[in-house]
């Protein structure tokens, strides 16, 4: 079963057909054909063996007429799966016979490792028929950092943060300011699930943004997330970046400090011992 870090980025392009388009074009050069619009089509590539095949997004391209002119299947690979180098050929070739148009294989990778093993040919064992999946590693992620791309294209952003938030804290800001351009079911989806994902250090960033911001920006955050279970969770969420970023930056941990740190729920006192997290030499220096 896919997991909740799989299916989030894999909305990205449910809810934004265009993305993959998009991706092809920019980052790899890639000649598509004239098309009028993008659209999510339908994921489900069975055979007549019982064995079921589904990937994970399939996008069409389509002309003014509604008619098929390319079909990109889009797969998460989060990790080394042998058996995709078989499966990857079977999505390829269904949605090329569903839509009855040309089609390609983007593979999303979220290591580099992983990313080199996706891009190894695949040899389907017919002369001079050899897939070479196009994959789109976390250094070919675009960076979005302007505030006007992320409200454009907040799914973009949502992916520019995950991949490098932790390096360029403007990616952050462009994450925040996509966030309030989404709907209310979507601002909930990506928020939870991308913030959950941030590393240590982008989480550090993550919450001295939102304690920097002043109370507008908290304020429509927690108005959209239903006030007290944002709250809550925000605070939760404070406390384990303090604490880990504590420990990537090598500093122990006492388990009375982790107790102290974890039972905290007044905000302003986790803000202020976020930014002093980054400075401090000891644990017990962030009490002071």
Not at 120 to 138: A, E, K, Q, T
Not at 183 to 206: G, M, Q
């Amino acid at each position: 079963m896919p997991s909740p870090e799989h299916e989030i980025r894999t909305e990205f392009f449910r809810n934004r057909p265009e993305l993959a388009p998009f991706l092809l074009e920019s980052v790899f050069d890639h000649l598509l054909p004239e098309y009028a619009s993008a659209r999510a089509a339908p994921t489900d590539c069975n055979d007549l063996q019982p064995k079921e095949y589904r990937a994970d997004t399939v996008v069409a391209l389509t002309d003014g007429s509604g008619r098929n002119r390319f079909g990109i299947v889009v797969e998460v690979q989060r990790g080394r799966d042998e058996r995709k180098r078989f499966s990857w050929p079977v999505y390829l070739a269904t949605v090329r016979a569903r839509l009855e148009c040309p089609a390609l294989l983007l593979v999303v990778c979220w290591s580099e490792r992983t990313a080199c093993w996706a891009r190894d040919p695949i040899d389907i064992g017919h002369p001079d028929r050899v897939l070479h999946p196009i994959v789109l590693g976390p250094a070919e992620i675009p960076v979005v950092t302007s505030a006007e791309d992320a409200r454009a294209d907040p799914e973009l952003a949502a992916l520019s943060a995950l991949a490098h938030g932790s390096e360029q804290e403007k990616t952050l800001r462009a994450f925040a300011e996509a966030l309030r351009s989404v709907s209310d079911d979507r601002f909930a989806l990506y928020h939870d699930h991308v913030v959950a994902e941030f590393s240590a250090a982008a989480r550090i960033h993550w919450e001295a943004l939102m304690a920097e911001s002043g109370s507008a920006l908290k304020t429509e955050f927690a108005r959209r997330h239903h006030g007290k279970g944002l709250s809550e969770g925000l605070t939760k969420g404070e406390a384990l970046a303090i604490i880990e970023f504590l420990k990537a930056r090598g500093i122990p941990v006492s388990e009375q400090a982790r107790e102290r740190i974890t039972s905290c729920t007044d905000r302003g006192t986790l803000e202020t011992w976020i930014r002093k997290a980054a400075t401090v030499a000891a644990v017990d220096e962030l009490f002071d």
